[in-house]
């Protein structure tokens, strides 16, 4: 016995590509449910991406959810890009006129997940055995099982919003589907310490120990990165050999402003880059990293999938509100073209700035060439600022 419910779109996944597109859909009065397999406190808790795009304040102001991000968000107006001690700062709003937001995607899990438990949503936790199904007919359904219990959902539309692991692109026949992917030999070890950031700014640096990241949640809160060995364990990184790595990385002129102290989150992500092909599959549609995974280094994933979801809510809400299914039909051409720019960035940024084992002494005299010439060209620093502030939601090409 199962039970039935309807929908005019059945989301599954509640990160912030779910949770964003419930919401935006929901300020224009069209019905979702959102599934997940976890539950709130545990996707809260996941400790994630950092850096806003002026596009996702945007974004994240038209869905009425940006109050705390303007009260407790840090505009950026800069970035640095350091090699070998050795650092340059990029000018993000002195070459665009735009700046960036420092902001956790753990807030923006937060702020998401308020307004659609105070407008009412219908959310599906702890799932298990999601199955999407006549995605190809006009009455696709899902069928999952929650404590037990078998639901199936009659909807119009499918949002495969599940996240690299999900099972929605796996709805996608073998023989339609195409992936793309590079795997990256190493990984990023990440630490959260309550002590002051050492640089006001974030500061990406390539050293010949490898790579780090100075990163920050608040004045008094740091979030830092180094590159790790793709098969570490935390174990392998107590805290007084993070700090040893980490200031030897940055360099000594930047360590001597370093505040230490206990971590008290640390961990280890893989890096790839990756996109599925198609984005949409009859009224299944993928959008964030369900479709597409990037290195962080360019701090574009959450980014790239709110620009995902803002063209998928304008293509569902003209569905609905004006019977226009232009943007229904456009929708996977249209967020790739965007898509593989930014992996392009993400891509060209994280050679750039790691050590990679496979590098010959030649490749790595290229990547201090490259840093050498973005340091001194005005141009070749537009270039990355435009890319680092994020670039327009539409484009012709
Ligand atoms: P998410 O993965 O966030 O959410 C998918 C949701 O679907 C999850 O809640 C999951 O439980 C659910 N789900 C999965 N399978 C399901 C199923 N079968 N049924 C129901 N629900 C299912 N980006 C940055 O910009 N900067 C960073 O520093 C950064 N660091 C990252 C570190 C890690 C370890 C990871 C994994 C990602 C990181 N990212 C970073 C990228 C990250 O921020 C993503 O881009 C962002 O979470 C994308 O959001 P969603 O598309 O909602 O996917
Ligand atoms: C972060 O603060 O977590 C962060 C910032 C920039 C990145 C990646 C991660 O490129």
């Not at 956790?104 to 997940?113: A, K, N, P, Y």
């Not at 004006?322 to 229904?328: E, H, L, P, T, V």
Request: charge should be negative.
């Amino acid at each position: 016995m199962s039970n039935f419910v309807k929908t005019q779109v059945c989301i599954i996944g509640s990160g912030p590509s779910g949770l964003l597109l419930s919401q935006l859909l929901a300020k224009a009065g069209v019905d979702s449910i959102v599934l997940d397999r976890k539950n709130r406190g545990y996707i809260e808790g996941r400790v994630r991406a950092g850096v806003l795009e002026r596009g996702t304040v945007t974004a994240l102001e038209e869905a009425g959810v940006a109050g705390r991000l303007h009260a407790e968000g840090i505009p950026h107006h800069g970035v640095d890009l350091a090699f070998d001690g050795d650092r340059h700062r990029i000018d993000l709003f002195g070459l665009t006129g735009k700046s960036v937001m420092v902001y956790g995607q753990t807030e923006v899990t937060r702020d998401l997940f308020d307004a659609r438990f105070k407008d009412g949503q219908q959310f599906y936790f702890d799932v298990e055995d999601v199955v999407p199904l006549d995605l190809k007919s006009s009455s696709p359904s899902v069928q999952f099982l929650m404590a037990g219990q078998k639901y199936a959902v009659s909807c119009d539309y499918v949002a495969g919003c599940d996240g690299y692991h999900g099972v929605s692109r796996q709805a996608i026949p073998s023989s339609v589907l195409r992936t793309f992917v590079r795997e990256y030999p190493f990984g990023w070890l990440g630490i959260l310490v309550d002590k002051p950031p050492v640089s006001h700014e974030l500061i990406y640096a390539n050293h010949q120990q490898g790579f780090a990241l100075a990163s920050m949640r608040s004045e008094t809160r740091s979030r830092y990165y180094v590159q790790c060995d793709i098969n570490d364990d935390v174990s392998a990184w107590p805290d007084d050999r993070f700090w040893q790595e980490f200031s030897t990385r940055l360099g000594p002129e930047t360590a001597a402003d370093l505040q230490i102290g206990d971590s008290f989150e640390k961990s280890i992500a893989p890096l790839r880059s990756f996109v599925a092909e198609p984005m949409r599959y009859g009224n299944l549609f993928l959008a964030g990293d369900a479709a597409h995974i990037v290195p962080p280094t360019g701090a574009k994933g959450l980014n790239l999938a709110v620009a995902d979801v803002r063209l998928l809510s304008r293509a569902l809400i003209e569905h609905y509100k004006k019977g226009n299914d232009a943007y229904i039909d456009t929708y996977s051409t249209d967020v790739l073209k965007r898509v593989w720019k930014v992996e392009r960035f993400s891509w060209q940024l994280s050679t750039l700035m790691h050590q990679f084992p496979e590098n010959s002494p030649f490749e790595k005299r290229m990547q201090r060439a490259e840093f050498d010439y973005i340091a001194s060209s005005e141009s070749a620093s537009r270039v990355i600022a435009e890319n680092y502030v994020g670039l327009p939601l539409h484009s012709q090409l």
